[in-house]
């Protein structure tokens, strides 16, 4: 498998865009690009090509679930790797995402300071 560099992060909120910024490209030393919604997400993904998509559940417009199958139609992106965070943690709730084409599912909050070493040992596994 090849190394973790390139991260793509669809969230709305722009506090937990900086707590994530902190945690994955300051402490984590990731690469990342941030997108506010799926459309964004859309218009940024393909030229970005990351290594691993990072989508919350909840968005404006396009949800997190829907924002991942419209990533998958781009070829370049069918097969990257991607995670949900959601607050939603109920197990019915979890398998559905994991149906829906997501590796692992994070939840918030989540802790700054551990998220990147998270993220790698599930890029890890995975």
């Not at 199958?69 to 949900?84: D, H, M, S, V, Y």
């Amino acid at each position: 498998m090849t190394e973790l560099r390139k991260i793509l992060y669809v969230e709305d909120e722009a506090d937990i865009q900086t707590i994530a910024r902190l945690a994955l490209q300051d402490v984590g030393g990731f690469e990342l690009q941030i997108c506010s919604n799926g459309n964004e997400a859309l218009a940024t993904a393909e030229h970005y090509t990351p290594d691993l998509l990072i989508l919350d559940v909840m968005l404006p417009g396009m949800d997190g679930p829907t924002t991942l199958a419209e990533l998958r139609k781009i070829p370049a992106l069918a097969g990257t790797p991607a995670l949900f965070m959601t607050a939603k943690v109920q197990p019915q709730e979890l398998e559905q995402l994991r149906a829906q084409g997501a590796i692992e599912v994070i939840t918030k909050p989540f802790d700054p300071m551990t998220l990147a070493e998270t993220v790698r040992q599930i890029w890890q596994q995975a």
